[in-house]
Structures are given as C-alpha cells and as structure tokens.
C-alpha cells in the first residue's frame, strides 16, 4: 500500500484513511476485486484529502457494485471539502443520495 493510503475493512465497510488521489490510488484500484467483496459500504471521514481522480475511483467503486454485485455501494463521513468537489462534479445523485 502507498504509505498516504491505507484501508481496513470492518464488517462489511471498507474504511478509507489518508490521501486519495492519482497518485496513491493504484494499489487501492489493483486491489477492488477482493476489497470489495462482501461490501455494503466506504467510510471516507478519516480522508485527509481526495482528488478529482480519487472521486472519480469512488464512483466506479459504485457502479462496479451495482452491475456486478446488485449491491448499493453507501458511503458515509463525507467531509465538506469532499461535499463541496462532489457538488462541483454535479455527483450529489450518485455518491451523496445514492
């Protein structure tokens, strides 16, 4: 793991810590297929930051998980900073109200 990036997983929420963007995001997409098993939800609030292309991951997460699994992916402790790029991508539809 990129030493900006860690996740754990407890029960079935797959909890984000630290920085999420281009360049700390490889490992994390590498490694969705297993991270994501077993997943109803991401808890982001202890992200420090996150990136276009870090909320760009968390929607695929998403849509990967409501067309391969037939699951709603829920994310939870979304920061105002992170509410704010979701509102400046108009993505309020897809992460926030789900």
Known sequence: MNESLSWE???QTLIL???LDRDSLL???QQKEKLLTDINGINVSQLEHVDSTGLA??????HHMQKEEGTELLFSGISE???TLIMLYDLQEI???G
């Open 81 to 83: 900073r992170l509410s």
């Open 95 to 97: 992460i926030i109200d």
């Open 27 to 29: 490992p994390l997409w």
């Open 17 to 19: 810590k630290g920085i």
């Open 9 to 11: 997983k407890a029960g």
């Open 57 to 62: 991951l968390l929607v695929r997460f998403k």
